[in-house]
Nanobody, 122 residues
Framework: QVQLVESGGGLVQAGGSLRLSCAAS????????LGWFRQAPGKEREFVGT????????RIADSVKGRFTISKDNAKNMGYLQMNSLKPEDTAVYYC???????????????WGQGTQVTVSS
């Protein structure tokens, strides 16, 4: 059974940085995609980006392009979301997820972590 655990969230001032981690276990992930999503109160879950576990190719949402980057460490089965130049509108619960396809849609992802809160103060 796949298990995903996010960590690294917290409170940061606008303009600051955070790095989120996603620890994955339960299967071999080489043919899968790791996705990052976020959900602010009262809003739908929003695509942030994906990384293909085998090739490392990434896709990033336009709303965070140039500020957020996604990476991975295959040896540790870890995924990372580096967030720089944070803005108050980045405040949300951030989730990592595993799926088969490089999709923007949460329903394309089968397994989810519990989420980690990121709060950006102005």
């Amino acid at each position: 059974q796949v298990q995903l655990v996010e960590s690294g969230g917290g409170l940061v001032q606008a303009g600051g940085s955070l790095r989120l981690s996603c620890a994955a276990s339960g299967r071999t992930f080489s043919s899968y995609v790791l996705g990052w999503f976020r959900q602010a109160p009262g809003k739908e879950r929003e695509f942030v980006g994906t990384i293909r576990w085998s090739s490392g190719s990434t896709r990033i949402a336009d709303s965070v392009k140039g500020r957020f980057t996604i990476s991975k460490d295959n040896a540790k089965n870890m995924g990372y979301l580096q967030m720089n130049s944070l803005k108050p509108e980045d405040t949300a619960v951030y989730y990592c997820a595993i799926g088969r396809y490089e999709s923007n849609w949460p329903r394309s992802f089968d397994s989810w972590g519990q989420g980690t809160q990121v709060t950006v103060s102005s």
